[in-house]
């Protein structure tokens, strides 16, 4: 219910207001400031509701949102990252806390064990992605030690590519976003969906790129990597937040509430700020 511009919970806070400054109980209140609250509270209760609904098969979810241990694993699967040289950025997200930021030169994250078991070739990577311009600017990749497989950023024509290969690191090929772009120094999300011999590529939300490939994909098991190749090659450069890796290919709508999840977030950042 809405009236004039006014949602019904909007209303309430103001009429509570008035009734407030009607009483002559307190002479200064911000009735922006209660209403951005009431707004805050709102987008609180909706961001919770989506995590439970998506969380039930995340094999990983790294928010970044406490100081003292930015790499924690929120999903209760325990997959915990050691986070080296980059730095907690407060406030990225209001009342969620905050988001890494890489310099692109020496700063990574390391999931150590116990290793994030995803099906063979059927799994999702999802992220909201802050990029610098960087060229070759890795995101996430399984394995430290290097595997041929990985998500990076191309700042040169702001895409989005993973590299994928077959198992043994066999037949290597690239595939990238080909209709959204990726702006620089600006939020995005991407979802990255692996099912069996397809591969989708979601840009905010929505279906940018289908692969079908003809070669079985490797899945993406041990150890993993953020920002940086396990051999010092890509690093990233930029903001990252809100990485999630589950252990199924989700459909269009789960990548859309991924999505609409952060953007939330962001828009309470936005109103709690101003």
């Given at each position: 219910?809405?009236?004039?511009?006014?949602?019904?919970?909007?209303?309430?806070?103001v009429?509570?207001?008035?009734?407030?400054?009607?009483?002559?109980g307190?002479?200064?209140?911000?009735p922006?400031?209660?209403?951005?609250?009431?707004?805050l509270?709102?987008?609180k209760?909706?961001h919770?509701?989506?995590?439970?609904?998506?969380?039930f098969?995340?094999?990983?979810?790294?928010?970044?949102n406490?100081?003292s241990?930015?790499?924690?694993?929120?999903s209760?699967?325990?997959?915990?990252?050691?986070?080296?040289g980059?730095?907690?950025?407060?406030?990225?997200?209001?009342?969620?806390?905050?988001?890494?930021?890489f310099?692109g030169?020496?700063?990574?994250?390391?999931?150590?064990?116990?290793?994030i078991?995803?099906?063979?070739?059927?799994?999702?990577?999802?992220?909201?992605?802050?990029?610098?311009?960087?060229?070759?600017?890795?995101?996430i990749?399984?394995?430290?030690?290097?595997?041929?497989?990985?998500?990076?950023?191309?700042?040169?024509?702001?895409?989005l590519?993973?590299?994928i290969?077959?198992a043994?690191?066999?037949?290597?090929?690239?595939?990238?976003?080909?209709?959204?772009?990726?702006?620089?120094?600006t939020?995005?999300?991407?979802?990255?969906?692996?099912?069996?011999l397809?591969?989708?590529?979601?840009?905010?939300?929505?279906?940018?790129s289908?692969y079908?490939?003809?070669?079985?994909?490797a899945?993406?098991?041990?150890?993993?990597?953020?920002?940086?190749?396990?051999?010092?090659?890509?690093?990233?450069?930029?903001?990252?937040?809100?990485?999630?890796v589950?252990?199924?290919?989700?459909?269009?709508?789960?990548?859309?509430?991924?999505?609409t999840?952060?953007i939330?977030?962001?828009?309470?950042?936005?109103?709690?700020?101003?």
């Amino acid at each position: 219910m809405s009236l004039k511009g006014f949602t019904l919970i909007e209303l309430l806070v103001v009429i509570a207001v008035v009734g407030v400054l009607a009483g002559g109980g307190i002479v200064l209140i911000d009735p922006v400031g209660q209403l951005n609250k009431a707004k805050l509270a709102k987008g609180k209760s909706f961001h919770g509701q989506l995590t439970r609904t998506l969380g039930f098969n995340a094999a990983g979810t790294w928010t970044f949102n406490d100081a003292s241990s930015p790499g924690f694993d929120t999903s209760g699967s325990n997959n915990h990252g050691t986070v080296t040289g980059a730095t907690y950025v407060p406030n990225c997200d209001a009342g969620f806390g905050g988001c890494l930021s890489f310099d692109g030169v020496n700063d990574w994250v390391d999931i150590a064990q116990p290793a994030i078991q995803t099906s063979p070739n059927v799994f999702t990577v999802s992220a909201f992605i802050n990029p610098g311009n960087q060229a070759g600017s890795l995101i996430i990749t399984p394995n430290s030690a290097g595997i041929d497989q990985w998500i990076q950023y191309d700042a040169t024509n702001k895409r989005l590519i993973v590299t994928i290969a077959e198992a043994g690191d066999l037949n290597i090929r690239a595939r990238t976003s080909t209709n959204s772009s990726v702006p620089l120094n600006t939020w995005t999300h991407w979802g990255v969906s692996i099912n069996n011999l397809t591969v989708k590529i979601y840009i905010n939300g929505t279906l940018d790129s289908t692969y079908n490939e003809s070669i079985p994909i490797a899945g993406w098991a041990g150890n993993w990597r953020i920002g940086q190749r396990g051999n010092s090659t890509f690093w990233y450069l930029g903001q990252l937040d809100d990485i999630q890796v589950f252990g199924q290919a989700l459909s269009a709508a789960q990548i859309q509430k991924l999505y609409t999840q952060g953007i939330v977030k962001r828009y309470l950042t936005l109103t709690k700020n101003n």
